[in-house]
């Protein structure tokens, strides 16, 4: 089996997102003991672990009687963040009514690439700003590395400062000036999104130009944090969302899956988010172009999951984009059809430090000429994808400020334009580009609102008492396909995922044929309905799961069930990213 593995540096790599290991890296081994009397030196050892419970204060409570050391209130998902000694590990695990979680750490990775100033009309974005939206009046939050304060990353179209406040969950501090971005990651993506500045071709660089923005720290200048620090900046976005009137939340970073979605506290975290109306939108993870490599929080069912295409450095000729080999693909463990869409995501330009971890390390992604009036650099990867998709968000809420989550899901979805091939067939598996290529000026215009997350109970959800699987199956040839919402398998091309075209280039996205007949997004394709997961469904033959990897105590996978019979995901010699 080709296990993937997704821990990587910073530098080097074909990702433009952050990576989440769910490992509990080991503090210092002179880190004092709270367990009774002192303990010895290898005792003293202690690990970061998130301990969930009924309430904050019951969380809060636990971990204080076995004198552990609280690091993070984590009121989100009713946890804390604590240091612990295996022996208190085992005492908090012997009460069932704690899970215990490691905290895991976090990396942000960036490559270069030539120069692609053309989002904006890639995506027809350019269009709706020409109509006048702008993105006035909504706030992104970017939890990322940070900003780099330049008159485009914070001001508006009309010289004014947009950027409302800052907070860094590293520090546990508040201040437009505390996020500072030593790696650039944060900075790049906040452009992408809200860049003010214009293009020497009359366009604005970012999306969302007239947006504001929150700013949340949880990576360092590494690029490197922590499971609590992430969920502890979801917790503070939460709680200001009415002050900053935040609606849109930027999150490009993932990890590799360890459990199934609802057993996962920064799912957890995220399904808060979009449980309390703001829109959530995720990188898909750079580990494609194998199947089932979504990575979290991306694997959510409810955010927007977004994938990568390249461009071709001709706006004028959007057919001669293509997939990008480095996006992840679908389906996720829980037979979720992700990404939903795909954006720009290849050698896409943006405002970076000079003096941050990734431009000195990579000089020659700077753009030769200044003439926008900031550094600008070229990178690529899902990570500018979600940026693209959350600046257009913010377009979509201007011009229709009551829509819920669900409803901004669906008019992008059913706005875009699925990639075919000359004969306008689709040349890419749903599992791969989802609903298709973003286009704004759909998204904004069209009158769709209610295709997307249909039959999904977001609150049952994170109360337990309701999990959902998705319509993707797996069939005896070890291939993916997905089913209607009477549980009738879609056999159009592209619901088949096809190992030929894992690998093969060329395919274009013609526009002329984005309306092919029984492919676009809707209730009656591959978003269907979500299906309640119960044991029946989870063991029945024909889908992702199989008798005994359903019915595994906790759902984890880990090294030994990787290797043991019944556990393998068969599909063209790969497995999930674990």
Not at 141 to 163: E, H, I, K, M, Y
């Amino acid at each position: 089996m080709n296990t993937r593995t997704i821990l990587g540096g910073f530098l080097g790599t074909l990702a433009l997102s952050a990576v989440l290991v769910a490992a509990a890296p080991e503090a210092d081994a002179a880190a004092p003991s709270r367990v009774g009397a002192p303990a010895t030196a290898g005792q003293a050892k202690t690990a970061s672990f998130i301990v969930r419970a009924r309430s904050l204060a019951v969380a809060q409570a636990a971990v204080e009687r076995v004198r552990g050391d609280i690091t993070h209130e984590l009121g989100i998902i009713e946890a804390v963040a604590a240091q612990l000694t295996p022996a208190q590990v085992e005492l908090l695990q012997a009460d069932h009514s704690l899970v215990l979680t490691p905290n895991g750490s976090v990396t942000v990775a960036s490559v270069n690439g030539p120069v692609q100033p053309y989002v904006g009309a890639h995506t027809e974005a350019d269009l709706v700003q020409a109509a006048g939206i702008t993105g006035k009046g909504i706030t992104i939050a970017f939890l990322d590395t940070g900003w780099w304060s330049q008159p485009a990353t914070r001001s508006n179209t009309a010289g004014q400062n947009v950027v409302l406040q800052g907070y860094d969950a590293i520090g546990n501090t508040v201040g437009v000036g505390a996020p500072q971005d030593l790696a650039g990651h944060g900075t790049h993506v906040l452009s992408v999104a809200t860049d003010s500045a214009v293009s020497d071709d009359g366009r604005y660089i970012g999306i969302a130009p007239d947006a504001a923005r929150v700013i949340v720290r949880a990576f360092d200048q590494n690029g490197s944090g922590t499971y609590a620090n992430a969920i502890r900046g979801m917790n503070w976005i939460l709680d200001n969302a009415a002050t900053y009137h935040i609606r849109v939340v930027n999150m490009s970073f993932g990890a590799a899956p360890q459990s199934f979605y609802w057993n996962d506290p920064m799912a957890q975290a995220v399904m808060k988010l979009w449980q309390a109306g703001i829109v959530v939108v995720t990188s898909a993870g750079n580990n494609g172009p194998a199947a089932q490599t979504i990575t979290v929080p991306g694997n959510v069912p409810y955010v927007i999951t977004v994938g990568a295409m390249t461009e071709a450095n001709n706006p004028a000729n959007p057919s001669a984009d293509s997939f990008a080999s480095f996006s992840s693909a679908g389906p996720t463990a829980e037979g979720f059809v992700k990404p939903e869409l795909v954006a720009p995501g290849g050698n896409v330009m943006a405002i970076m430090s000079p003096n941050s971890t990734f431009a000195t390390a990579h000089p020659s992604s700077r753009v030769a000429s200044d003439n926008f009036g900031s550094p600008y650099f070229t990178m690529s990867g899902t990570s500018v994808s979600a940026a693209v998709v959350s600046g257009t968000v913010a377009l979509i809420l201007q011009a229709n400020p009551h829509l819920t989550p669900d409803q901004v899901k669906c008019k992008l979805l059913s706005s875009a334009q699925p990639g075919v091939d000359s004969s306008g067939s689709p040349a890419f598996s749903v599992f791969q580009q989802g609903a298709g290529q973003i286009n704004a000026y759909a998204a904004v215009f069209n009158q769709d609102t209610n295709c997307a997350n249909v039959g999904l109970n977001i609150a049952a959800d994170l109360a337990g008492s309701q999990h959902f699987r998705g319509p993707a199956r797996e069939n005896a040839a070890g291939q993916y396909y997905a089913v209607d919402q009477n549980g009738h398998p879609i056999t159009g091309e592209g619901y088949l995922w096809n190992a030929d075209k894992l690998t093969t280039e060329g395919y274009l996205w013609n526009g002329a044929s984005a309306a092919a007949a029984g492919y676009l997004w809707n209730a009656a394709s591959a978003n269907a309905a979500g299906y309640l997961w119960n044991g029946a469904s989870a063991a029945a033959a024909g889908y992702l799961w199989n008798a005994a990897s359903a019915n595994a105590a906790g759902y984890l996978w880990n090294a030994d069930k990787q290797t043991a019979d019944g556990y393998l995901w068969n599909v063209v010699g790969t497995s999930p990213a674990l």
